[in-house]
């Protein structure tokens, strides 16, 4: 997928603010937008490990689509997770293997990540990918 609408669209979105503390703000506002995990899904099993805040992640395969429900303890952590879902839920497994996530870096976030930030940011994204890789055998 060279030409992804989600991201272009998250894209334009961050490009309308200069500062990354507005950015930030951004992602907070973000966060309340998280499809909810459900409560049984708050546990160690669903937590991804690599991550700084605490981070659970659950998937389910409906129609030939994969689509993730997630949760954080962390509010800038659940606006990056927010997006996350939003550019790969509801694609086909292979979709999501495919995708190369060039938001991440077009609206700066991996430059402005602090290392342990960026590393729990790697471990979703592998997360979610697992996930796919799981779905794809179905």
Known sequence: MANDKRQDEIIEEFSVFDEWLDKYEYLIGLSDTLPAIAPEHRTDQYLIQGCQSRVW???RYEDGKVWFTAD????????????LIRVLG???PQEILDTDLYFIDAIGLSANLSPTRS?????????MRLYALAFSKK
């Open 90 to 92: 509801g694609r086909t």
């Open 119 to 127: 590393n729990g940011l790697l471990a979703m994204v592998k997360q």
């Open 72 to 83: 954080s303890d962390a509010i800038i952590t659940k606006g990056i997770i927010a997006l």
């Open 57 to 59: 992640i659950d998937a």
